[in-house]
């Protein structure tokens, strides 16, 4: 939990209510109403949404009974060996996907156009584009990213988005749960209505778990917007990392 203690509440726009947040007739944020389409008749995600349970923070198999939690012997060891002082956002590193955004601040999507969406994160200024235009990786001729590389499609009235090409220093969540560069993120964003989002993920890992999992999580629509916070590494973390680098 100390990644969490320094989060602070996200500051908003002074008298400039958020122009896309459906309304009530009191002028209130409509958490109920029926769900905004895009000119294509596609559901709009567009917004700043918030994750309200931190169990996915602390633990991304948190609804999980341990046989439906196929981690390898070897990962499960690295998981208990590994302390808070590793955590990437104690040392200011990116955090990847899963814990950019199951951290608390509000993470932005943003619909650039039918064939881009853009995710935008408060930590580090990180953010990930997803192409919708029919591309395909060679993930060998690229060098694994942070955020790895992101592909969508829609099924039905539902986002599907593609990640691999992601590197194997971040981790699943703040227990330290490892993940590899055969790493295949596979989400599903559905928008139940105005005020609710809800993500299906399924986590292919071969190198970390014996055979793929899926779990739940949902977001709600927040007014807050996503603004920058960036992580400072003391001075003394500083010297030890060009020293390790020499």
Not at 73 to 84: D, V
Not at 155 to 167: A, K
Not at 227 to 242: G, R
């Given at each position: 939990m ?16 958020p122009?896309?947040?459906?309304k ?7 958490m ?14 567009t ?8 169990r996915?923070?602390?633990?991304i ?33 990116p ?21 881009l969406?853009v995710?935008?994160?408060?930590l580090?200024g ?9 591309r ?7 060098n694994?990213?942070w ?32 993940m ?5 993120l ?21 190198k ?18 996503v ?19 020499k």
């Amino acid at each position: 939990m100390l990644a969490l203690a320094g989060l602070p509440l996200s500051a908003q726009w002074l008298d400039v209510p958020p122009p896309d947040a459906p309304k009530t007739k009191d002028g209130k944020v409509d958490m109920t109403g029926p769900v905004p389409r895009r000119p294509d008749g596609k559901p709009d995600l567009t917004g700043p949404w918030r994750q309200k349970d931190y169990r996915y923070l602390e633990n991304i198999g948190a609804d999980l009974k341990p046989e439906e939690f196929p981690i390898q012997p070897w990962a499960a060891e690295l998981t208990k060996r590994r302390t808070q002082a590793e955590n990437p956002s104690v040392n200011c590193l990116p955090l990847g996907v899963l814990m950019s955004e199951n951290m608390g601040y509000p993470f932005k999507i943003l619909t650039a156009s039918p064939k881009l969406m853009v995710f935008l994160y408060a930590l580090q200024g990180m953010y990930r584009q997803v192409f919708l235009d029919g591309r395909r990786l060679d993930v060998d001729a690229y060098n694994p990213l942070w955020m790895g590389f992101s592909t969508g499609k829609w099924d039905g009235d539902t986002l599907v988005v593609d990640t691999v090409g992601n590197n194997d220093k971040t981790w699943l969540d703040n227990g330290g749960h490892p993940m590899s560069e055969a790493l295949h993120l596979t989400e599903s964003y559905h928008r139940v209505d105005s005020g609710h989002l809800e993500k299906t993920i399924r986590i292919d890992d071969p190198k970390v778990f014996t055979k793929p999992f899926t779990v739940h999580e949902h977001y709600e629509y927040t007014p807050e917007e996503v603004l920058e916070f960036v992580c400072e590494a003391s001075h003394e973390y500083d010297a030890a990392h060009m020293r390790s680098n020499k």
